[in-house]
């Protein structure tokens, strides 16, 4: 399970870096996020802390947070916001009338690549 999430968050964030490179900035955003979270995802597998059936963007986040980060320490502290505030841009670029602009997408894009890398050189140990 880990493997199959880690290698769709790793094509996430390849589709999220064309995208914003070809100036889809609200699709980038939706993809950097997706990377994110399917990283999260594989994290809390490789600690066999996730169950396929429960799995929530809520869920995922909060779990992250509190096993990955607080209570084993697995984690740096400062990747505790990132999956919400990656979310908010997602949620702005999917269901608001503006669009994601490219600053936004680009802070978007550096944080997503930044968690995926990270998760990926822990699983990957």
Known sequence: MKNEFLAKAKENIVVATWA??????NASANRGYYA???????????AGIINLHRISHSGVQSLFATELIRRRKIYPTHLKSYLADLQRIRDDADYELKS?????CATQLKQAKEFVEIITKEIEK
């Open 36 to 46: 994110a979270f399917q990283a999260a995802i594989a994290a809390l597998a490789n």
């Open 100 to 104: 994601v602009s490219k600053k936004k």
């Open 20 to 25: 914003y490179e070809n100036g889809h900035y």
